[in-house]
């Protein structure tokens, strides 16, 4: 398998570490605005090559799964193209598709071109439980999400709040409501709640709570879920990516792992 990573941050780092000594995995490719975020990828590990983001598509034919690890401006951007081409995509930045268009138009495309768009789970626990009892009927779903400051800072939903995050001196909820909210205010600090609402009752049923904590220094989620299977809770204390704070590392783990199971003939908790 010949691999493209669009986006060489926190979580494209780390996969690309991750999926480098898997024999399957021939060569990978990374990208991003400039090859300077590439550097300490290229220099250390010998399968990998940076191409520029704007000649992408001279190295396409010899790929066979593109993940997007950038943001959701570029999920927007480059997915549907790859999609047009029938190359296979893994998403990371699954906020985007809370744009019920841009997600029709991607699933639409992936159906009629024999394409396969991949999520994975990501930072949080439970979403094999949400799979299996979407086959039944819920009654509700509720993520609550606790980071620290760090965690948050610049992010829109903070800003045009006022919020002070250095001023908080207890746990406070800085969001409460639905997932399309929370992940339109939280772009890059909420994705496990799109991928929950995608696996669920959507993004205007499930609902969204998040807290800051000045005194912790994890990222943690609670994924509480009730339906006609009964009521099930998991919890997550995630350890933040070093490269980036509003990142969990569990969430670039979680890629690396989905590309194993891709890579493999037998799939255990599907």
Same mark, same amino acid.
């Given at each position: 398998?010949?691999?493209?990573?669009?986006?060489?941050?926190?979580?494209?780092?780390?996969?690309? !570490?991750?999926?480098?000594?898997?024999?399957?995995?021939?060569?990978?490719?990374?990208?991003?605005?400039?090859?300077?975020?590439a550097?300490?990828?290229?220099?250390?590990?010998?399968?990998?090559?940076?191409?520029?983001?704007?000649?992408?598509?001279?190295?396409?034919?010899?790929?066979?799964?593109?993940?997007e690890?950038?943001?959701?401006t570029?999920?927007?951007?480059?997915?549907?193209q790859?999609?047009?081409?029938?190359i296979?995509?893994?998403?990371?930045?699954?906020?985007a598709?809370?744009?019920?268009?841009?997600?029709?138009?991607?699933?639409?495309?992936a159906?009629?071109?024999?394409?396969?768009?991949?999520?994975?789970?990501?930072?949080?626990?439970?979403?094999?439980?949400?799979?299996?009892?979407?086959?039944?009927?819920?009654?509700?779903?509720?993520?609550?999400?606790?980071?620290?400051?760090?965690?948050?800072?610049?992010a829109?939903?903070?800003?045009?709040?006022?919020?002070?995050?250095?001023?908080?001196?207890e746990?406070?909820v800085?969001?409460?409501? !639905?997932?399309?909210?929370?992940?339109?205010?939280?772009?890059?600090?909420?994705?496990?709640?799109?991928?929950?609402?995608?696996?669920?009752?959507?993004?205007?049923?499930?609902?969204?709570?998040?807290?800051?904590?000045?005194?912790?220094?994890?990222?943690?989620?609670?994924?509480?879920?009730?339906?006609?299977?009964?009521?099930?809770?998991c919890?997550?204390?995630n350890?933040?990516?070093?490269?980036?704070?509003?990142?969990?590392?569990?969430?670039?783990?979680?890629?690396?792992?989905?590309?194993?199971?891709?890579?493999?003939?037998?799939?255990?908790?599907?």
């Open positions: 398998m010949r691999i493209l990573i669009i986006g060489c941050g926190s979580i494209g780092s780390v996969l690309a !570490k991750t999926v480098h000594d898997i024999p399957e995995v021939d060569h990978i490719y990374v990208t991003d605005q400039k090859k300077d975020f550097v300490h990828l290229i220099d250390s590990l010998d399968k990998i090559s940076f191409v520029d983001i704007s000649e992408i598509d001279r190295i396409l034919t010899e790929v066979h799964l593109v993940v690890a950038a943001s959701q570029a999920a927007k951007k480059y997915v549907p790859l999609l047009k081409k029938g296979d995509v893994m998403m990371m930045s699954v906020g598709f809370s744009d019920e268009g841009f997600k029709n138009e991607c699933f639409e495309l159906k009629n071109n024999h394409a396969k768009i991949y999520i994975p789970s990501g930072a949080v626990c439970g979403t094999d439980g949400i799979h299996a009892a979407s086959s039944g009927a819920f009654d509700e779903i509720h993520l609550i999400t606790t980071k620290g400051p760090k965690s948050l800072k610049g829109p939903g903070i800003i045009k709040s006022g919020i002070d995050l250095d001023s908080l001196i746990p406070t800085v969001f409460d409501g !639905k997932a399309k909210d929370a992940v339109d205010k939280f772009p890059k600090n909420i994705n496990v709640a799109a991928t929950i609402s995608l696996l669920g009752i959507g993004f205007e049923k499930t609902k969204v709570t998040i807290i800051c904590d000045p005194n912790t220094n994890k990222n943690s989620h609670i994924l509480i879920a009730k339906g006609n299977f009964g009521e099930m809770k919890e997550v204390n350890v933040p990516s070093p490269m980036n704070p509003a990142t969990s590392y569990l969430a670039a783990l979680s890629a690396a792992s989905s590309i194993k199971r891709i890579l493999g003939n037998v799939w255990i908790g599907i």
